[in-house]
T-cell receptor, first 109, second 112 residues
Framework: GIQVEQSPPDLILQEGANSTLRCNFS?????LQWFHQNPWGQLINLFYIPSGTKQNGRLSATTVATERYSLLYISSSQTTDSGVYFC???????????FGEGTQLTVNP | KAGVTQTPRYLIKTRGQQVTLSCSPI?????VSWYQQTPGQGLQFLFEYFSETQRNKGNFPGRFSGRQFSNSRSEMNVSTLELGDSALYLCASSTGGSYGYTFGSGTRLTVV
């Protein structure tokens, strides 16, 4: 099945810093989403982005489908950005989401 | 509109018991998927239902089963619980096909 790799696994920042999270995937995809898991466990959808670039406030994402990677940018980070960020994809032959192992982001005041 | 609703939020069960979890999707969404999250295995796909039919199934033992009703609400059942079944169980809904998924708040199951 499709493989998803996220990097870095851990990231520690000072408030106000910028960061880039990366997601590599092993095959063509019909769907790619970025999620933020809150402290209560819920996966909050950040972007649905199988290709192209999107922005939402301080967050933006870019997926280069031909090169099989996606990037999530967080600018001017805040302590509330802390948590685990997951990239998940749906391959062209299926309908299940395959998740990466996540990036644990810690933003210190 | 209302999001994906999972009940209960927390459960404590004893080994050997069985448990049923519920998921109500976003209105109009016909696809419901279930995922298990554990510290060791990460997020793993259990199964997907679309219009009351199981469309996809992950690599879990037969103790894990599910169903979907005509109103798209879904239940998953785990029989003969084992300690290793302790996990966060997440439900996601979508319109079907390769579109975005929206997740519920999850049910945290502890098996003692």
């Amino acid at each position: 099945g499709i493989q998803v790799e996220q990097s870095p696994p851990d990231l520690i920042l000072q408030e106000g810093a910028n960061s880039t999270l990366r997601c590599n995937f092993s095959d063509s995809v019909n769907n790619l989403q970025w999620f933020h898991q809150n402290p209560w466990g819920q996966l909050i959808n950040l972007f649905y982005i199988p290709s192209g670039t999107k922005q939402n406030g301080r967050l933006s994402a870019t997926t280069v489908a031909t090169e099989r990677y996606s990037l999530l940018y967080i600018s001017s980070s805040q302590t509330t950005d802390s948590g685990v960020y997951f990239c998940a994809v749906v391959g062209t032959s299926g309908s299940r989401l395959t998740f990466g192992e996540g990036t644990q982001l810690t933003v210190n005041p | 509109k209302a999001g994906v609703t999972q009940t209960p939020r927390y459960l404590i069960k004893t080994r050997g018991q069985q448990v049923t979890l519920s998921c109500s999707p976003i209105s109009g969404h016909r696809s419901v998927s279930w995922y298990q999250q554990t510290p060791g295995q990460g997020l793993q796909f259990l199964f997907e239902y679309f219009s009351e039919t199981q469309r996809n199934k992950g690599n879990f033992p037969g103790r894990f089963s599910g169903r979907q009703f005509s109103n798209s609400r879904s239940e998953m059942n785990v029989s003969t619980l084992e300690l290793g079944d302790s996990a966060l169980y997440l439900c996601a809904s979508s319109t079907g096909g390769s579109y975005g998924y929206t997740f519920g708040s999850g049910t945290r199951l502890t098996v003692v």
